[in-house]
């Protein structure tokens, strides 16, 4: 399995932004890759994917504040977070689907993915 290495979280107030990364030991295009979160006493919850091709899904919550992308070149993954709010405040997870690259990986069973460590991003008020 590939080994994802997460970074980028950090606290903030409202309105700020901050861009996460994950880097990945193995092509990041052989994988459906996505940004997840869980809050404290909640369950982990999907905030975006990409796809091998390109192809994103954004979790309606963070549609329009956050962007999900990936340098291919670099085994990157990002996500670009503004406006954030108190209620983004979480631990950010990074994870890797490897059996349908080309199709959506939002949504799956979490038991799908390999994980990354998370990062905590927090947003005071």
């Known amino acids: 399995p590939p080994r994802l290495v997460v970074s980028g979280g950090d606290s903030v107030q409202t309105g700020g932004s901050l861009r996460l990364s994950c880097v990945v030991s193995?092509?990041?295009?052989?994988?459906?890759m996505g940004w997840f979160r869980q809050a404290p006493g909640k369950e982990r919850e999907g905030v975006a994917t990409?796809?091998?091709?390109?192809?994103?899904t954004i979790n309606t919550s963070v549609k329009g504040r956050f962007t999900i992308s990936k340098d291919n070149a670099k085994n990157t993954l990002y996500l670009q977070m503004n406006s954030l709010k108190p209620w983004d405040t979480a631990m950010y997870y990074c994870?890797?689907?490897?059996?349908?690259?080309?199709?959506?990986?939002?949504?799956?069973?979490?038991?799908?993915?390999?994980w990354g460590q998370g990062t905590q991003v927090t947003v005071s008020s």
């Open positions: 990409i796809t091998s091709n390109g192809d994103t």
């Open positions: 193995k092509p990041i295009s052989d994988y459906c």
């Open positions: 994870a890797a689907e490897p059996f349908r690259p080309q199709e959506s990986c939002y949504g799956l069973s979490l038991s799908s993915y390999y």
